[in-house]
């Protein structure tokens, strides 16, 4: 430098060789400390580190929630399985193979509550029109009684009477019919036979 004559205009003048441009950047490792009430604006969602949102993934079974990775959930997220209705939290991504790595939310399945404390039920609950075959009938009966009962009358006598709830017998003989006995009837001739159909 000369005394009286003109002035350096390059830091490189003075003796300075590692000063930053006066228009340069720096890398995020660069920065040590950011005052986090100085950032305005809107911040896209893609600028946002994936834990820091919560998510709810949708899947079809648990197979296909146990294959998710990190880099589909992580802790605080929200799983649902549609073939099972359930949802769970990621409450250890670690383990997001296993059962381990997920709670089931109460709200996937019904809360126990007495029946009183049901709303809105119907008053009654009025079957579908269906049938039944005889070995779907636990208590189906043995035999069933008819409700008309059969009675066998002999020579205007009852005899028997049957109402199918057991079995009977029912013994018929000539003279329980006011017929003669074998042994009482006579030869008949076929003229005698004519006479009575003439």
């Known amino acids: 430098m000369s005394r009286g004559g003109s002035n350096p205009t390059t830091l490189a003048a003075y003796g300075i060789t590692d000063a930053a441009a006066k228009s340069h950047t720096h890398n995020s490792a660069d920065i040590t400390s950011l005052d986090a009430s100085k950032i305005t ?6 600028h946002l580190p994936a834990g820091a949102l919560e998510r709810c993934v949708i899947v079809a079974d648990d197979t296909a929630r146990k294959a998710l990775t990190t880099a589909q959930v992580q802790v605080g997220d929200t799983v649902k399985v549609t073939s099972t209705g359930l949802m769970y939290f990621v409450v250890d991504d670690s383990k997001l193979s296993t059962d381990a790595g997920y709670e089931v939310y109460t709200a996937g399945s019904a809360t126990s509550v007495p029946w009183s404390g049901v709303t ?10 269906h049938t039944h075959t005889k070995s779907q009938i636990t208590d189906f009966p043995a035999s069933l009684k008819n409700p008309t009962a059969l009675t066998i009358q002999l020579a205007g006598s009852a005899a028997a009477t049957y109402d199918g709830s057991a079995a009977k017998s029912v013994n018929v003989t000539p003279a329980g019919i006011g017929a003669l006995a074998a042994a009482d009837v006579s030869e008949i001739t076929n003229a005698e036979i004519d006479t009575l159909f003439a």
């Not at 604006?41 to 893609?46: F, L, R, T």
């Not at 809105?120 to 029109?129: D, E, I, N, V, Y």
């Open 41 to 46: 604006g809107v911040i896209g969602i893609d």
């Open 120 to 129: 809105g039920k119907p008053s009654t609950f009025t079957p579908a029109t």
